[in-house]
């Protein structure tokens, strides 16, 4: 047959590129409770969609003859797949070939990954495992030379984060440049007890520490980088328990998003009446004005059954960012949370609203915002944490949207966090429940302060409050708003996921 010499090398470079590390380093990733790098790209994308790119791409070695003798492949492997029924790119790197880290071939192999996504606009996986592609020590005296710092290809990653989902997940120790493409994302998730994300790693940080010489102040992976860090300080969204549910998360996040900017998000089947009426949503906010309760549990009851999904949970906590449908349409959803810290914005949660609100913005979902903002977080530790700063960057990113918005008040809205609901500028696509309570600040606090001469003037002081505070609570009722049109509707809490169906089918007409 033609070429039986050719495709006889090709075919051996195929399967020694499939020994990857080699059966020890396998092994040894496999007794860490880590999956390859191959089978990360199967498990993640559809059955039998993935098609490698640049398999055979590596570092041959050969006998004076100039034949082969034996080949380490690349230890970052890519291709096209499919997730969800669509075309993806995903990469994996492959600790069992140098630890993960650089060679030329990566490199090449890395930017390219990033152009195809770019280019052709297709959503971006990667499976970080390592440094992702950063160098080592070691590799400086096998090259016999530095270099000025570069990241190949990082354009095309700076294109990427404008122009398709990225989804970035942690299935290692990850370092470097691997941290860099971690964060360079818009959409992250660690494994618990599996993977840790630094600068730079333990051995690095004891070395250059203070105390390296005797190594009494030398971290460990988890206490360095773990989960319970980096899930909480806004590096990374979320976290999972295994690998398979890492992808799990990357796959249900990518349903929510159009594949590129300029595309649309795809409506599935509805399954869920568009006039449902939850009569639990009556009995959902409590009386007591100082008392929790469950937005969660709202958002459920509002959404098309079992289509929630949150993301960044254990940041920012005062807030909830999550996407969902509604008759089947994709929203973003941002919504109070009064269980944390009353619903006020903390700095961090601040960021994370604007983060999230931008992103809403970049993919054209319109977005539902559930409010019950009692202002910014106040106090010594709030000022140290610029949360003013924080705050004002949020609103401003509120006003700069121009998707599709609506607003429902469920409880209280003052201040200037409170006008961060909407952009009052627009069309207000605005409902109000019987419980709303706005205005410039809580009466709580202002009226001693307001009524502070008459009362440090009567008789009976304690007596005088309760009495201020009646009249005011007849002033400050939802329905006086009402009145001078300051609020569009106050609606039953029952009506609010029709209604708000009823906007997701509207807010398509202008995507």
């Known amino acids: 047959m033609p070429w039986d010499k050719e495709r006889e090398e090709l075919n051996r470079r195929q399967k020694l590129a499939e020994k990857m590390g080699g059966e020890e380093k396998l092994e040894r990733q496999k007794a860490r409770g880590k999956l390859d790098a191959r089978e990360r790209l199967r498990r993640l994308t559809d059955k039998n969609s993935f098609r490698e790119i640049g398999k055979i791409a590596g570092r041959g070695s050969y006998d ?98 404008k122009t398709v989902p990225v989804v970035a997940l942690a299935l290692g120790p990850t370092a470097g440049l691997g941290a860099a493409r971690m964060v360079a994302s818009h959409y992250s998730v660690m494994v618990r007890g599996l993977s840790q994300i630094f600068t730079a790693g333990p051995a690095v940080v004891a070395g250059m520490g203070p105390n390296s010489a005797n190594g009494s102040n030398a971290l460990d992976k988890e206490q360095l980088g773990g989960v319970d860090i980096h899930t909480r300080n806004g590096v990374i969204d979320d976290e999972a328990e295994s690998e398979d549910e890492a992808f799990e998360m990357a796959r249900a996040f990518l349903s929510y998003l159009p594949a590129h900017t300029g595309a649309r998000a795809l409506r599935t089947t509805p399954h869920d009446r568009p006039n449902r009426k939850e009569e639990k949503l009556l009995s959902a906010v409590p009386e007591n004005s100082r008392e929790a309760y469950s937005m969660r549990k709202i958002l459920e ?85 610029a949360t003013i700063r924080r705050g004002v960057e949020a609103m401003n990113a509120v006003y700069e949207a121009s998707v599709p918005w609506a607003s429902v008040i469920i409880r209280k809205a003052y201040g200037v966090a409170g006008a961060a609901m909407s952009d009052h500028t627009r069309f207000q696509y605005r409902f109000a429940w019987p419980s709303g309570d706005w205005g410039s600040l809580p009466m709580e606090g202002g009226v001693e302060v307001a009524y502070k001469a008459e009362l440090e003037r009567a008789d009976d002081p304690a007596a005088m409050l309760a ?11 939802p329905f006086r708003t009402a009145e001078q049109f300051l609020v569009e509707d106050i609606i039953d809490p029952r009506e609010t996921r029709p209604l708000l169906c009823e906007f997701a089918e509207l807010a398509q007409r202008s995507l």
């Open 467 to 477: 009495e201020i505070k009646a009249r005011l609570s007849k002033v400050t009722s």
């Open 64 to 161: 004076e003859a100039g034949d082969l003798e034996d080949f380490s492949p690349s230890n970052f492997i890519f291709g096209r797949g499919r997730i969800n029924g669509a075309p993806v790119v995903a990469s994996a790197d492959d600790f069992t070939v140098r630890g993960g880290a650089a060679d030329a071939a990566i490199h090449r192999k890395f930017a390219m990954a990033e152009q195809m996504a770019h280019e052709l606009k297709l959503p971006l996986i990667r499976m970080i495992d390592g440094t992702g592609g950063g160098g080592s020590v070691k590799m400086l005296e096998d090259m016999g030379f530095t270099y000025v710092p570069f990241v190949p290809g990082w354009e095309h990653v700076v294109e990427n984060l």
């Open 301 to 385: 009851m509002i959404a098309d059954k079992g289509s929630v999904f949150e993301m960044g949970k254990r940041w920012g906590r005062a807030t909830i960012t999550a996407f969902a449908r509604l008759n089947g349409w994709p929203v973003a959803v941002l919504a109070s949370d009064p269980t944390f810290l009353g619903g006020s914005w903390t700095a961090d949660t601040a960021e994370k609203a604007k983060r999230f609100i931008s992103l809403a913005e970049l993919f054209r979902l319109p977005v539902v915002h559930l409010v019950d903002n009692p202002g910014f977080m106040i106090g010594l530790e709030a000022e140290k944490a």
